[in-house]
Nanobody, 123 residues
Framework: VQLQASGGGLVQAEGSLRLSCKAT????????VGWFRQAPGQEREFVGV????????VYSDSVRGRFTLSRDDAKNTAYLQMNSLKSGDSATYFC?????????????????WGPGTQVTVSS
């Protein structure tokens, strides 16, 4: 499966963005989809993961209550809705998939990665 994240951009603090992760070469509902982010000079960190059933989601403490994961099987696309954005959310966001039905918080738990989309939150 190949992944392409999009939807990033510049937004003011407390604003919203929705990131998309379009899959080709595979059916997204056959994968667990994880989202990660990486700020300059920092390690890639876990944001959230959507289970294979497309219903169960797990979030990091820093985004829980503000971010929401979802999936549109007809479009073979996963989404990361980000609300109440803060300057600390500025980073490059990546989507990733694993064939395993597990909510891994580790980058090593995913086999396929998209190239990332940049999110910048201005305060």
């Amino acid at each position: 499966v190949q992944l392409q994240a999009s939807g990033g951009g510049l937004v003011q603090a407390e604003g919203s963005l929705r990131l998309s992760c379009k899959a080709t070469g595979g059916t997204l509902s056959s994968y667990t989809v994880g989202w990660f982010r990486q700020a300059p000079g920092q390690e890639r960190e876990f944001v959230g993961v959507l289970s294979m059933n497309g219903v169960t989601a797990v979030y990091s403490d820093s985004v829980r209550g503000r971010f929401t994961l979802s999936r549109d099987d007809a479009k073979n696309t996963a989404y990361l809705q980000m609300n109440s954005l803060k300057s600390g959310d500025s980073a490059t966001y990546f989507c990733a998939t694993t064939y395993r039905n597990s909510a891994s918080r580790s980058t090593s738990g995913y086999e396929a990665w998209g190239p990332g989309t940049q999110v910048t939150v201005s305060s």
